[in-house]
């Protein structure tokens, strides 16, 4: 191979890059208007300034596309939250981290709202090998977040820190679909008769993590 030939090979995997991030940006920009299943690859060609066509060269489905979209909002809030785990020194009680967890989860609404359609919607139309990269990918990337943990919360043995953010995710994912329905049930939720069933995410999200971290301390004492 011809020296000259690398730099080439190497703007052409940049610009490549930078076509999958802006219809990355442009179906993050559209999901935030309407729900999955009412956006169209066509949606978000428009608004990437591309032909239909090149979306799919990228991203052989919709939800192959989401699935990325996924990763890379789900990387950016470890990176957010291991920050703020590096922050001090000693333990951290149970209901710190339990609020530094709702904290920075509640304003992303794009991560929570695709964290509750991985398993259901998003994993269904995508290739086998993809999902296994992806969940390879994220298993590693956790078990750094899960170490952080161990050392905030010394009730946590070596390992259970990475289960710990599996446990985090269900939480998320239950509690979203209850404090974040569809547009009809939000509507009927507003009568004030049904008050009661109205639910916050940070809130409850907090109560229930907080609770999940004082039950493992109970059982590890």
Do not use: C
């Not at 956006?39 to 060609?45: F, Y």
């Not at 993590?209 to 039950?215: H, N, P, S, W």
């Amino acid at each position: 191979m011809l020296s000259s030939d690398r730099p080439r090979r190497a703007r052409r995997a940049e610009d490549k890059q930078r076509r999958r991030d802006q219809l990355l940006d442009a179906a993050a920009e559209r999901f935030a208007e309407q729900p999955f299943t009412a956006l169209k690859i066509s949606d978000i060609a428009k608004a990437a300034g591309v032909a239909k066509g090149t979306v799919f060269i990228y991203f052989p489905t919709k939800e192959a596309l989401f699935l990325e979209l996924l990763e890379r909002q789900l990387l950016d809030w470890l990176e957010l939250f291991d920050e703020a785990l590096e922050g001090g020194r000693g333990p951290w009680s149970s209901a710190r981290v339990a609020r530094l967890v709702a904290d920075t989860l509640d304003p992303r609404t794009t991560l929570t709202r695709l964290l509750s359609l991985l398993s259901g919607v998003l994993e269904q139309n995508v290739e086998v090998e993809q999902i296994a990269e992806f969940k390879r990918r994220l298993l590693a990337r956790v078990a750094v977040t899960g170490a952080l943990l161990e050392r905030r919360l010394p009730f946590l043995v070596p390992g259970q820190g990475a289960r710990l953010m599996l446990q985090i995710n269900a939480l998320v994912v239950g509690v979203h679909h209850t404090a974040k329905p569809g547009a009809r049930a939000r509507e009927a939720l507003s009568l004030p008769d049904l008050e009661s069933l109205r639910v916050d995410f940070s809130t409850e999200l907090r109560t229930m993590l907080g609770a999940l971290l004082v039950g493992l301390e109970h059982a590890g004492a």
